[in-house]
Antibody
Framework: QITLKESGPTLVKPTQTLTLTCTFS??????????VGWIRQSPGKTLEWLAL???????RYNPSLKSRLTITKDTSKNQVVLTMTHMDPVDTATYYC???????????????????WGQGTLVAVSS | QSVLTQPPSASGTPGQRVTISCSGS????????VNWYQQLPGTAPRLLIY???QRPSGVPDRFSGSKSGTSASLAISGLQSEDEADYYC????????????FGTGTQVTVL
């Protein structure tokens, strides 16, 4: 049974750095064809993909946020960490951690879909 | 800002068939597969359809997906009250770094 859970601060101040941790179980991030991604949802319900780290240590970022994002993994702890610098009130959102799976007979970073999601963690940015 | 366009709302009575459209471009839907997600109130999105028309285990066969050119559709047949939710399409985009993009979302109401 695959589960993911996000943890981190519920409130950050503008200009601060946000660090979120995804702790997962039921799969290994060393397995070929597996990844862990981060997706956020604004209060207005818009969904935005942020980043994805693959089983082979490759990483992919949303170009519009790439300069602010870093994604890392610790396979011994079954954790993935996302950091986002220079937080702004517009970054207020629910942040989801997701399990990514490569579909069959496909190679490349765009072959992944997100089949399991954590419950999400609401992060507010305010002074 | 979403690059995949969906109608903001759709509705039907129990038992009816409801179809939701998702319009994209050659750089996303036109060249990559489409996924569909269902989000019940207060919960995380749930994968309904992947690879245009594949259902994960546990998803009822009332839900079906299709794709043609730069558009995709999700059909819900035999609409049930528990289908009242927000639905989002999603696909990879063949821009230089290939972000994964979502649709604007469609709220389905069961009358």
């Amino acid at each position: 049974q695959i589960t993911l859970k996000e943890s981190g601060p519920t409130l950050v101040k503008p200009t601060q750095t946000l660090t979120l941790t995804c702790t997962f179980s039921g799969f290994s991030l060393t397995t070929n064809g597996v990844g862990v991604g981060w997706i956020r949802q604004s209060p207005g319900k818009t969904l935005e993909w942020l980043a994805l780290i693959y089983w082979d240590d490759d990483m992919r970022y949303n170009p519009s946020l790439k300069s602010r994002l870093t994604i890392t993994k610790d396979t011994s702890k079954n954790q993935v960490v996302l950091t986002m610098t220079h937080m702004d009130p517009v970054d207020t959102a629910t942040y989801y951690c997701t399990h990514g799976l490569r579909r069959e007979a496909c190679s490349g970073g765009r072959c992944y879909y997100f089949d399991y999601w954590g419950q999400g963690t609401l992060v507010a940015v305010s002074s | 800002q979403s690059v995949l366009t969906q109608p903001p709302s759709a509705s039907g009575t129990p038992g009816q068939r409801v179809t939701i459209s998702c319009s994209g471009s050659t750089s996303n839907i036109g060249s990559n597969t489409v996924n569909w997600y269902q989000q019940l109130p207060g919960t995380a999105p749930r994968l309904l359809i992947y690879n245009n028309n594949q259902r994960p285990s546990g998803v009822p066969d009332r839900f079906s997906g299709s794709k043609s050119g730069t558009s995709a559709s999700l059909a819900i047949s035999g609409l049930q009250s528990e289908d009242e939710a927000d639905y989002y399409c999603a696909a990879w985009s063949d821009t230089r770094s290939g972000p994964f993009v979502f649709g604007t979302g469609t709220q389905v109401t069961v009358l």
